[in-house]
């Protein structure tokens, strides 16, 4: 499974980014996909799963400004990031498992910095 992450930027506090995520292989029939970040130092953070029956979950720390959702024509899955807050600064990174029983597999990344 190939995935590649776009959408990353700078932006000020308050302001909204989209986040996606192409993949190489037919995203419906994957188990789950979702986004984690990473602050350097940091440990990495869970920020947003959605599995294949379309149930999400989310990091406390942004429900209510996050939706994590797919596109099923065009492939994509997609991470809308609304208040975005200083401190949702961080690299995101896109991840799928095909199977419970398969390891995930992980984009490249792309950058967020929410300036105050």
């Known amino acids: 499974v190939q995935l590649v992450e776009s959408g990353g930027g700078v932006v000020l506090s308050g302001e909204s980014l989209r986040l996606s995520c192409s993949c190489s292989e037919d995203i419906s029939i994957i188990n789950v996909m979702g986004w984690y970040r990473q602050v350097p130092g940091q440990q990495r953070e869970l920020v947003a799963t959605l599995t294949s029956s379309d149930d999400t979950d989310y990091a406390n720390s942004v429900k209510g400004r996050f939706t994590i959702f797919r596109n099923l024509i065009k492939n994509t899955m997609h991470l809308q990031m609304n208040n975005l807050k200083p401190e949702d600064t961080g690299d995101y990174y896109c991840?799928?498992?095909?199977?419970?029983?398969?390891?995930?597999?992980w984009g490249q990344g792309t950058q967020v910095t929410v300036s105050s």
């Open positions: 991840y799928a498992q095909r199977t419970w029983d398969e390891p995930e597999f």
